[in-house]
């Protein structure tokens, strides 16, 4: 999703945030070495994180509309961090775990939310062990 930021004044136009490729492709390596199920893609950051669209034609819904977007999943902080990472020339990635369906409506019980994201939590520190690791070599 291409942003304007709040601090419009020093930009001068939009700009869209994106994944470090480096991490992306270590996570990735990652997910391939735990056997995690995954999916690289777009996601929608928006702070209208449920969907509001009820009772709208479905030509204005904006659900559909990001959909035929390729946006796999939509969350609320993801945008922010890339963009403060670039400014800062660091690396950033966003690792989700998918607990409602905006479509559907299907969503996971609280408790299984808090016990059942493990394996994400594996796949992310495993990508940092990685990063770490490809950081002290190229530092020797």
Known sequence: RSHRPSNSGQMPTTFAPIASYEMLRRAVASCEQVGATYHVGNV?????FYND?????????????????????????????YMTAARWKKNALCICTIS?????????????????????????????????????????
């Open 44 to 48: 929608l950051s928006t702070d209208n």
């Open 53 to 81: 669209d009820e009772g709208m034609p479905e030509v204005l819904q904006t659900v559909p509309a990001w959909i035929k977007m390729g946006v796999m999943a939509c969350e609320m902080e993801a945008a922010g961090l």
């Open 100 to 140: 409602d369906h905006m479509l559907t409506g299907e969503t996971l019980p609280a408790e299984e939310r808090q016990t059942s994201f493990t394996q994400m939590m594996e796949v992310a520190l495993e990508t940092a062990v990685k990063l770490k690791s490809n950081l002290k070599n190229s530092e020797a």
